[in-house]
């Protein structure tokens, strides 16, 4: 399950090709997680940095 990331999370529910998403910011190390999900299944998992 998702949730055991944690329960500090975005919900995202207009995501391009797929129904909803999930995304956890981890501001320490500058990076989110995204969980990207149709009909209630994960279809895609990213890692992004976001800071310098």
Known sequence: ?????GKEYKELWFV???ETGI???D???DVV???????????LIEL???GN
Do not use: I, P, S
């Open 48 to 50: 992004k940095k976001t």
């Open 1 to 5: 399950m998702v949730e055991a990331y």
């Open 27 to 29: 501001k320490k190390r």
């Open 33 to 43: 997680l995204e969980f990207y999900f149709n009909d209630h299944k994960v279809h």
């Open 16 to 18: 391009e090709g797929y």
């Open 23 to 25: 995304q956890y910011q």
